[in-house]
């Protein structure tokens, strides 16, 4: 019988940043900026695993849970065991029995994304949370501004 892995939990706390990027239309249009909150929860986490922000969920706050079921479509599920490894650099955290471990790393780190989004978004109004994230990806050097013209100085043969 192989373990069934648990549901993946969020913080109340971010409830409603949560529900501005993955619920309600971006202003001005019928878009969200992520069409499910796996997908933000996803987005989150990668953020918070490579700003090394891993922070433990505050149950005491209440918690939010997405089914398991929505991270075993497209390649969510893969994520929540690679970070998981790449965290603890420990093949065994794959075997069967681990899912909770896992999926709790995976928890923190969406916590700890969720927590950059949100300081960013209040920093810089919120209103347009779109552009808001482009700038924090620029800000931290994930995204870096086309040149207008290629720097031809720069080649040489």
Known sequence: MTARAPN??????YEEYVQKLAAIPLPG??????PTIRELLCFAALLGFSEKRRLPLDRSQG?????YQQFERGDAENLIY?????????????REGEEGRCAEIFE??????????????????????DRALMSML???????PAQAEPDLAAISF
Do not use: C, M, Q, W
Not at 8 to 13: C, D, E, F, L, T
Not at 138 to 144: D, K, Q, S, T
């Open 8 to 13: 993946i939990n969020r913080s109340k706390i």
């Open 29 to 34: 249009s019928e878009r969200r900026l992520f």
């Open 138 to 144: 620029r800000e931290r050097g994930y995204l870096v």
């Open 108 to 129: 923190e780190y969406a916590n700890g994304g969720l927590a950059i989004i949100k300081d960013h978004l209040l920093r810089e109004g919120g209103e347009y949370p």
């Open 63 to 67: 918690v939010e849970d997405v089914s």
């Open 82 to 94: 690679l970070i998981a490894l790449a965290e603890t650099e420990d093949p065994d955290i794959l």
